[in-house]
Each structure stands twice: as structure tokens, then as C-alpha cells.
């Protein structure tokens, strides 16, 4: 479902029952003299304007072009995670005897690629070499038989090791509780189950599982766990850069400049969203070029691809980084419209909703 908004009026002018170019290129020729179109960078939006509306200026909504610069910046930290943990030069201690009587420190062994390891090098390698070749996400998606989602992680990862897994996402539950789990194993106790049981006294609600998994690496490796350093987390870092300057208090100040001096790529990431959030707020469309040649120098995946559509969408959005048109203001309507459409749990029928929201305003 698709709605056509008033700018000067923030009232809504009609509901659309899909979002095709079709149906929007119908609406158009039926209300003939449309002489300006804000709009997010749907493809299928400015193809009906192109064809039913060729007069009208088309003007990328800054809403819309800010979510993509901050989507693209999370997947640029996801890439740099290692960077999110902040150095400590302490020697971690020496594991003593036993305590718990379970289980001993192994002699470490060969290290053993598990299978979806070698299942994310072998994807990586296959999408790149379409990739690389300037295939579309969409057609390696359907040559590969993947996700489109599954194929653009794939894409912008430059190494199979930079990939994000599902296993950064279950440590969040127990990382609260990783200094103690070290400092017990440093201790001598190498039980999984009865560290466990230690945590849970502390508020940890996982599984012995989890824990047993997260140890794996330090039984296999033979020596004492190192000391766990501080570390953010991949939304809170994103926050961090893309926030204005002036919100930030004196910790998270500290935080962001501890990170990017620890990462220059990020750093980059930074300065480019620095100078495209002044470019937005001062309406200096005209700096659009230079700084898409800026995104494209990072040579960060999710950077270039941002900078690549925004090119196939040039006029657009120079003119929403210059006019003063943004559907910005009528938001709230926005996420009302979509309240009562979800409020129907897909039993209501185009025409029941159409009348739900056009007598709601």
C-alpha cells in the first residue's frame, strides 16, 4: 500500500494499493499538472514519474537518504569489528591447578576449519566472481539460488573472515558475564556446566551451551583466556559516528576518539558522514559530486554502494540536498498510516483500509 501526501497542506490526497510503477504512473495521468514529486529512492517511483510525469522535479527525500548513510555506516562497523574492542596491554594471568576437578587445560591441537567456514569462503569466492564483474545483487541472488540479503553480506565483505556470523549476535547475552567466566577459567575452574551455574547467579538467563561454546576456543587454544577488554558494540559504535557531535557526553566523546584513532577505515566512515550531514543541513547540493568521489576513495564496500546508487539517482538527490522539500514534516502521518494498516493483520481487504485511513485525517 502506497499514499500520496500533500507538502503544503501535510493532508493526504489518496491511498494506492501497492507501490508499482504502474499503479503510481495511473495516478499520475489522473491527476495531470504535478509539478514537484518528493520521494524515497524507490526505483518504481521514479520510473512512473519519468513516464507519466516527465515535467516534474523529482526530489530525493533527505529522511530517506540519512537511513541509507546510517545503514551503510553499520555495515561498515559490522566489517571492522575487531576495531570495537579498546587494547589492553595487561598480561593475562597464569591458569592455576584445577579447582573444579571436571576438566584439565588440553594440549592445543591443530586448529580444524568447521563446515560453515568453509561453506561462507566457498559462497564468498562464488558471489565475487559475479560480483566483481558488475553482475546485480538481485541476478547473482537468483544464479546462486540465495537471499538477496544473504548475497549483498556476501558482496560487501572484501575477505570470507569479515563476514558477519550468528554467532556475534548470541555472545551479546553473555558477554556482561565474559570477565568472570575468564578470571574463574584463569582460576583453575574449567567446568562448563558449574560456570554455568556461577553466572546464573549473577542474572544470566542463556545456556550452558552458550557458555560451553564460548570457552571452546580458550580449552582448545591451551592457554589462559585473556583478559576481557572493553568493547562496543556494533549499533552502539554506529550511534557514535552518526550522531551530531553536541549530543554526545564526555564518555562516549572519549569512546568515539579511542575508536577512530584505532581504525582509520572508520575514521573515514566518520568524515564521510560528517561532511554529508553538513551538505544536508546547509542544502549544498552542489557538493554532491565531490563527495561521492570521497565515498568511492574509502574503497569501503558499503560506502561505494551507497555512492553508486546515489549516482543512478543524481538529479534527485541534488535536489533534495538543495530544495527545501522533504516529506520529513509529514512523517508522523507516514507511521499512523501504517499503524492502522497493521492493525488489520492482513484481514481487511484494500477498500476497508482506504476508507480506515482516509476518514482517520
Not at 553473555?174 to 558449574?194: F, K, Q, S, V
Not at 565531490?290 to 553508486?308: F, M, N, S, V
Request: aromatic share 6%.
Amino acid at each position: 500500500m502506497s499514499h500520496m501526501i500533500d507538502m503544503e497542506t501535510g493532508r493526504r490526497v489518496d491511498v494506492l494499493p501497492d507501490r508499482t510503477a504502474d499503479t503510481f504512473a495511473a495516478w499520475l495521468r489522473a491527476h495531470p499538472g504535478v509539478e514537484i514529486v518528493c520521494r524515497d529512492r524507490s526505483s518504481a517511483y521514479a520510473e512512473a514519474v519519468r513516464t507519466a510525469a516527465p515535467n516534474a522535479v523529482q526530489v530525493a527525500d533527505r529522511f530517506h537518504m540519512w537511513k541509507n548513510l546510517c545503514e551503510a555506516t553499520e555495515k561498515c562497523v559490522a566489517l571492522h569489528r575487531s576495531c570495537l574492542t579498546e587494547p589492553d596491554g595487561e598480561p593475562a594471568p597464569e591458569a592455576s591447578a584445577g579447582e573444579c576437578g571436571a576438566d584439565t587445560l588440553p594440549v592445543p591441537g591443530p586448529a580444524v576449519e568447521g563446515v560453515r567456514a568453509v561453506q561462507r569462503r566457498e559462497r564468498h569466492v562464488a558471489v565475487h566472481e559475479l560480483f566483481d564483474k558488475g553482475v546485480g545483487i538481485y541476478a547473482i541472488a537468483k544464479a546462486l539460488g540465495l537471499d538477496p540479503k544473504t548475497v549483498g553480506k556476501y558482496a560487501h565483505a572484501a575477505t570470507a573472515g569479515e563476514i558477519p556470523t550468528g554467532d556475534a549476535h548470541r555472545d551479546t547475552e553473555i558477554r556482561p558475564y565474559l570477565a568472570h567466566l575468564h578470571r574463574r577459567w584463569n582460576e583453575g575452574c574449567t567446568d562448563g556446566a558449574r560456570l554455568c551455574e556461577e553466572i546464573r547467579e549473577l542474572g544470566y538467563r542463556g545456556s550452558t551451551r552458550t557458555v560451553r561454546r564460548h570457552l571452546q576456543p580458550v580449552r582448545a587454544a591451551g592457554t589462559p583466556a585473556p583478559r576481557v577488554a572493553q568493547a562496543l558494540t556494533v549499533r552502539q559504535a554506529t550511534q557514535l559516528l552518526t550522531r551530531h557531535p553536541a549530543s554526545l557526553d564526555e564518555t562516549e566523546k572519549v569512546q568515539l576518539k579511542g575508536l577512530l584513532a584505532r581504525c582509520s577505515e572508520l575514521d573515514a566512515v566518520a568524515e564521510c558522514v560528517r561532511t554529508f550531514a553538513e551538505m544536508m543541513r546547509d542544502k549544498r547540493g552542489a557538493e554532491l559530486e565531490d563527495w561521492l568521489i570521497g565515498a568511492e576513495r574509502t574503497q569501503l564496500a558499503p560506502l561505494r554502494t551507497l555512492a553508486r546508487g546515489l549516482r543512478q539517482d543524481f538529479a534527485a538527490v541534488t535536489a533534495g540536498l538543495t530544495l527545501e522539500w522533504s516529506s520529513g514534516k509529514v512523517e508522523g502521518n507516514v507511521n499512523r498510516i501504517k499503524m492502522l494498516k497493521r492493525v488489520g493483520y492482513g484481514r481487511a481487504g484494500f477498500d476497508l483500509l482506504r476508507r480506515r485511513v482516509l476518514y482517520a485525517y
